[in-house]
């Protein structure tokens, strides 16, 4: 279609200025730097993914990350059975860190 304007872009996980190349311009990455963290800071409540596991009466949390959580709701079966109300946070995204969930 002629009347479609082509933009050309050249996308890496580098810093590129306004053409889409790379560039090591300290203050133009910067800004590219703070524009990311800023968008990640707005959207984090849609980011955030956790999941909580016998948390609702446990007098003591343990916070695991991957695999070993495995072995910590094992862990946590076997202490509930034994009378220790024991709860799991674990983190599924670790960046931007699900404090609201951790704090609660």
């Excluded at 996980?13 to 133009?28: F, K, N, Q, V």
């Excluded at 220790?84 to 699900?98: A, E, H, T």
Aim: charged share 30%; hydrophobic share 40%; net charge negative.
């Amino acid at each position: 279609n002629p009347s479609l304007k082509v933009i050309d872009y050249h996308i890496t996980g580098l810093h590129h200025g306004p053409t889409g190349l790379p560039t090591e311009d300290a203050e133009l990455c910067q800004n590219l730097i703070e524009r990311l963290f800023n968008k990640i800071e707005a959207h984090q409540d849609e980011i955030d993914e956790y999941e909580e596991f016998m948390m609702d009466d446990a007098d003591v949390l343990i916070y695991a990350y991957g695999s070993v959580s495995r072995a910590v709701k094992a862990a946590i079966l076997k202490l509930r059975e034994e009378g220790i109300k024991v709860g799991l946070f674990r983190p599924i995204s670790i960046w931007p860190s699900p404090e609201k969930a951790i704090k609660a």
